[in-house]
Structures are given as structure tokens and as C-alpha cells.
């Protein structure tokens, strides 16, 4: 890496490539930070602590290129500070895809609508945990995945129903 700043300083006098490592090197570190809360939040320590190592390489390595003469050249600030705002954004649309797991949905309807929802989430294979003595509040459990397809189904047969989900850990024996 020093090779690379050195060649890059002598030779070309071109900075553009160094900016552009910087970059890119802070949307991986984000990336791949935002991924291991999420990782080690849904229980999975091993695979988070192998991301810890690889983000504190990729952390030491970048940050020693841009503190490399920082005062006379503050771009490398501003490359650093962009590759990492987008880096948590990408992490968090990557995140968002794979949606590691599950939530639990909580909507109160009106109670002439609970047959029909009821029905209509069966026809997909949801399971409908629970539905209370009055016959307004469900609960379901789902992967993740499948929480906008719910909440989309509950409101197009009942517009006026609330919707609450939340994170749930299933434990299972």
C-alpha cells in the first residue's frame, strides 16, 4: 500500500487512485460492519468475530493511507468520510435483502375482517399464532422476508388496521 502511494506521488502526480482505494476500501469496511451487528445480533458469534478480523485489517490499512501527509491533502477526508456513509448504506440495503431473522407481527382489525385476513394468509402458508377472545388483535410469526407481504395483505382487506412489528427470537428445542 505505501508502495502504491509512493508510486503514486512520484510518478504521476495524480492522486485519483488513492482516493478512489480510499473509497472503496471504507464502503467494504461499512458494509461489512453494518452486516456483522446484524449477523451477531441473530446469534451467529463465529462468522461476526471472522468479520471483526477482516474490517480491522481493512480499518488499518485505509487509515494509514489517508493520515500519510493529511495536511497536505484533506481529499483524502472527504474520500474517506463519503466511502463510509455509503458503506452504511449499502450495508444497510444488503442487510435488508438477505433479512436474517424473524418478526413478529401484531395487527388489531376490525373484527369482520378477521375471517377473510384469516383466510388469505393461510392460502400463502402463514401461520396465524393467535387470535384473542375479542377477535381484533392477530399475531403472526414470519421470516422476515415476509413482513411487507403481510402487512400488505392485512391492510388491502382492512385499510384502518394497525400494524406493530417487532423482532422476535424463536427458540426452539
Given at each position: 500500500m505505501?508502495?502504491?502511494?509512493?508510486?503514486t506521488?512520484?510518478?504521476?502526480?495524480?492522486?485519483?487512485?488513492?482516493?478512489?482505494?480510499?473509497?472503496?476500501?471504507k464502503?467494504?469496511?461499512?458494509?461489512?460492519?453494518?452486516?456483522?451487528?446484524?449477523?451477531?445480533?441473530?446469534?451467529?458469534?463465529?462468522?461476526?468475530?471472522?468479520?471483526?478480523?477482516?474490517i480491522a485489517?481493512?480499518?488499518i490499512?485505509?487509515?494509514?493511507?489517508?493520515?500519510i501527509?493529511?495536511?497536505?491533502d484533506?481529499?483524502?477526508?472527504?474520500?474517506f468520510?463519503?466511502g463510509?456513509?455509503v458503506?452504511?448504506?449499502?450495508g444497510?440495503?444488503?442487510?435488508?435483502?438477505?433479512?436474517?431473522?424473524?418478526?413478529?407481527?401484531i395487527?388489531a382489525?376490525?373484527s369482520?375482517?378477521?375471517?377473510?385476513?384469516?383466510?388469505?394468509?393461510?392460502?400463502?402458508?402463514i401461520?396465524?399464532?393467535?387470535?384473542?377472545?375479542?377477535?381484533?388483535i392477530?399475531?403472526?410469526?414470519c421470516?422476515?422476508?415476509?413482513?411487507?407481504?403481510?402487512?400488505?395483505?392485512?391492510?388491502?382487506?382492512?385499510?384502518?388496521?394497525?400494524?406493530?412489528?417487532?423482532?422476535a427470537?424463536?427458540?426452539?428445542?
Amino acid at each position: 500500500m505505501h508502495k502504491l502511494l509512493q508510486y503514486t506521488k512520484n510518478n504521476t502526480g495524480d492522486y485519483m487512485l488513492i482516493y478512489i482505494m480510499i473509497f472503496l476500501s471504507k464502503i467494504l469496511e461499512n458494509t461489512l460492519s453494518t452486516l456483522r451487528l446484524i449477523i451477531v445480533s441473530n446469534g451467529k458469534k463465529t462468522l461476526g468475530s471472522i468479520l471483526q478480523g477482516i474490517i480491522a485489517l481493512v480499518w488499518i490499512l485505509v487509515t494509514g493511507v489517508v493520515i500519510i501527509d493529511i495536511n497536505k491533502d484533506v481529499f483524502k477526508i472527504f474520500a474517506f468520510c463519503i466511502g463510509s456513509m455509503v458503506g452504511s448504506y449499502l450495508g444497510s440495503l444488503i442487510e435488508e435483502k438477505i433479512a436474517l431473522g424473524y418478526n413478529l407481527t401484531i395487527a388489531a382489525i376490525n373484527s369482520n375482517c378477521i375471517p377473510k385476513i384469516t383466510k388469505e394468509l393461510s392460502s400463502y402458508n402463514i401461520e396465524i399464532i393467535n387470535i384473542t377472545n375479542h377477535k381484533t388483535i392477530i399475531m403472526i410469526s414470519c421470516k422476515r422476508k415476509k413482513t411487507h407481504f403481510i402487512n400488505n395483505i392485512i391492510h388491502k382487506i382492512d385499510n384502518d388496521s394497525l400494524i406493530i412489528n417487532q423482532k422476535a427470537k424463536i427458540f426452539l428445542k
